[in-house]
């Protein structure tokens, strides 16, 4: 998705904000990456622009995502912060919940301006993005 969309204006509804948004032209797209050692420094997806990253993290669950996962994402996000310095103009956080958020995970995901997709959402993206729908998995 974010190779296919590179440089581009996407709607926001495909991420649940009110504004579209216009994609980096992305160096590199890393998956799987660590930040340090220690629990919760996984990123699922790290991509960079150079002065822009988006920070990916994807949870396929049957249950509505927690605010647990939401404060996990911001402080992987902190420590991309703190690495990048003022070398970082624009941090995005992305959230993939394919059950969605919970309402408290939702208010702290306004608060704090992050991205979220549920399965739903993240199908019609791929569909406009001319790749194929997420697999039926339960």
């Known amino acids: 998705i974010l190779w296919n969309n590179q440089n581009k204006i996407v709607d926001g509804k495909y991420f649940n904000y009110p504004k579209t948004i216009k994609m980096p ?13 220690g629990s919760g ?10 002065p822009d990253v988006w920070i990916g993290e ?3 669950m049957k249950n509505s ?13 902190c420590l991309v912060k703190e690495r ?15 059950s969605g ?12 301006g992050i991205l979220w997709s549920t399965k739903e959402d993240l199908n019609d ?6 790749l194929r729908k ?4 339960d």
């Open 101 to 112: 958020v919970t309402e408290n995970a939702k208010k702290m995901i306004e608060d704090n």
């Open 25 to 37: 032209n992305f160096i590199y797209i890393e998956q799987r990456t660590r930040l340090g050692s």
């Open 134 to 137: 997420l697999p039926d998995i």
């Open 58 to 60: 994807s949870k396929w």
């Open 65 to 77: 995502v927690g605010k647990n996962v939401i404060e996990n994402l911001i402080q992987q996000g």
């Open 41 to 50: 420094k996984e990123i699922d997806i790290f991509a960079s622009s150079g």
């Open 125 to 130: 993206l791929l569909i406009d993005s001319g």
């Open 84 to 98: 990048r310095g003022d070398n970082l103009r624009d941090l995005k956080l992305w959230l993939f919940a394919s």
